[in-house]
């Protein structure tokens, strides 16, 4: 992820600050800590992992929903030269899969994407159709 992108921050599910290690170890905690406090202040909607249907811990209920999500997406510190922080990515990314398979999120997600770039497919090669036209050039 690259912080400098506007926006991508909000659309963010897991926030990964890498290099937890060596010189830059200060750096990255510092910036972990810095996405931890700006990713307080974001609130993704209930369920935006997904439900569950049974009550475990750390989950809250909602409508009668079993919403097992962090309030805002988990900004974790790992290093991939000495392997910190590998493990607790690895669950992280499986609970969320869990999550959103379970709830049909992703089919959604997948839908909405094919959707976007059908039509961006769609506009763009109309336009180059039209440019390429000769009728149109003259």
Do not use: H
Request: glycine fraction near 8%; include cysteine.
């Amino acid at each position: 992820l690259q912080g400098s992108k506007k926006g991508i921050v909000e659309v963010a599910d897991v926030l990964v600050v890498n290099k937890a290690d060596g010189e830059y170890e200060k750096v990255a905690k510092k910036t972990a800590s810095e996405y931890k406090k700006a990713m307080g202040l974001l609130r993704k909607p209930v369920g935006w992992w997904g439900k569950k249907s049974s009550e475990s811990d750390g989950c809250s209920k909602e409508n009668g929903a079993i919403d097992c999500a962090p309030a805002a997406p988990p900004v974790l510190l790992i290093s991939a030269k000495t392997g910190f922080g590998l493990e607790e990515l690895w669950q992280t990314i499986s609970k969320y899969r869990e999550f959103t398979n379970s709830s049909g999120n992703v089919i959604e997600k997948r839908k909405k994407q094919n959707r976007y770039w059908m039509w961006k497919y769609l506009r763009e090669r109309v336009l180059e159709t039209a440019k390429n036209n000769p009728r149109v050039k003259s």
